[in-house]
């Protein structure tokens, strides 16, 4: 993409700007922060973080210190409870976690939102708009799964399960394994009524209506009636906004020691793994010493590096080979030329490897020339 001013932006700047002005239409501030926090602040979350795989150094104070692995902590840390308001901030971090398939750690960009403070069903509705609207600024070809711990919660309440049960309940629930979940109500001997509400939320996935009205038929009690009608008002909104690319989904993994409501993932077609993930996080504050609500979610901006809708994305427009007779004056002027012409134009006595560039041309010192044969397509 380029702008009037000819500025060649890559796709991943491209979403970047595109992400910000959209945050900022709704009121988010920029949020900046350290590339490292004290160690303390990870090691004693680190269920929250899934593991404890954290790049530590020592300062010259002798200070534990690490590279950061997520930024909501870091926000949440420094959050100043404030009666009757909210903050809505937004960042673009890098963080570093270990890789789950080369077990190397990775530097990963991400951008994200939070608000905190007293929240109620707009706050949380708007997050879960922008949640979408940033999916679809992204590719036209998207999902968002959405979920509500209370609705978990209240199963949970009326199952009255031992820990170890509880464990295994929700591991099949995020796995939709109906087969297990039945034999494991067999075991336990639970009711058949349970049971078969039990495989009904495991298989509930799809359609905002339709997934509304088979949980208001499973429904137990009054927390998942609350959580019901939660979910029914942001459903609401989103339909009412026009996206309609929004599935519900129990399956979504969210440990329930930190969270607490909405829980939601999001996915874009040809990247195998969820782009966007967020969460209402109320316990994880609680935790902290906060005395407010929260909500936020963050975007693996790295996946997108490798995802790029425009078959002809190039690092240059030109690349200008030129050899050791060329003056440096005439050379310049060669460039100038093309670069008035709307092109973006790299010189080089030679081609570097992997450089993607839409046309070869040379310059002999006195004129250009296309060169027939363009190795970088």
């Known amino acids: 993409m380029k702008f009037d001013n000819g500025i060649n932006l890559k796709k991943e700047d491209i979403n970047i700007l595109s992400l910000r002005h959209l945050y900022e239409q709704y009121g988010f501030v920029h ?42 902590l870091s926000i949440v840390k420094n959050y100043r409870d404030t009666v009757g308001t909210v903050q809505k901030v937004y960042y673009n971090e890098n963080i570093y976690r270990p890789s789950k398939s080369t077990k190397t750690y990775k530097e990963l960009m ?37 979920s509500h711990m209370g609705v978990i919660r209240g199963f949970l309440e009326e199952l009255n399960l031992q820990p170890r049960h509880e464990e295994r309940f929700l591991s099949l629930l995020r796995e939709k394994n109906c087969h297990g979940i039945q034999t494991l109500f067999d075991s336990l001997k639970i009711d058949d009524e349970l049971r078969e509400k039990a495989i009904a939320l495991a298989s509930a996935y799809g359609n905002m209506d339709s997934v509304l009205k088979t949980l208001e038929s499973i429904s137990l009690n009054e927390t998942m009636d609350r ?50 993930s967020g969460g209402q996080y109320d316990e994880l504050m609680e935790k902290m010493g906060k005395a407010s609500g929260a909500i936020g979610f963050a975007i693996n901006l790295s996946l997108l590096e490798d ?37 973006t134009v790299q010189a ?16 002999d010192g006195e004129r250009i020339k296309e060169v027939i044969h363009d190795i970088g397509e």
């Open 31 to 72: 949020y900046k922060m350290n590339k490292f926090e004290e160690y303390d602040l990870y090691v004693s979350n680190k269920d929250f973080l899934s593991g404890d795989n954290i790049i530590t150094f020592t300062d010259t104070n002798g200070r534990l210190l690490a590279l950061k692995p997520d930024v909501t």
């Open 110 to 146: 991400q951008m994200g939102l939070e608000c905190m403070g007293d929240l109620n069903l707009y706050h949380i509705s708007e997050v879960l708009l922008l949640a979408a609207k940033s999916l679809e600024a992204l590719s036209d070809r998207y999902i968002l799964d959405l």
């Open 227 to 276: 959580a019901i009608d939660e979910l029914s008002t942001v459903c609401g909104v989103l339909e009412e906004q026009g996206f309609d690319n929004v599935h519900l989904d129990f399956s979504i993994e969210g440990d329930m020691g930190y969270y607490n409501g909405f829980l939601f993932r999001g996915y874009i077609e040809g990247i195998p793994t969820g782009v966007l």
């Open 307 to 343: 995802y790029d809708t425009n078959a002809d994305s190039y690092d240059t427009d030109i690349l200008l080979l030129y050899d050791s007779s060329a003056s440096p004056a005439a050379l310049i002027d060669a460039i100038q030329e093309l670069v008035e012409q709307g092109n």
């Open 348 to 363: 080089q006595q030679g081609i570097p490897e992997k450089l993607r560039y839409r046309r070869l041309l040379e310059f």
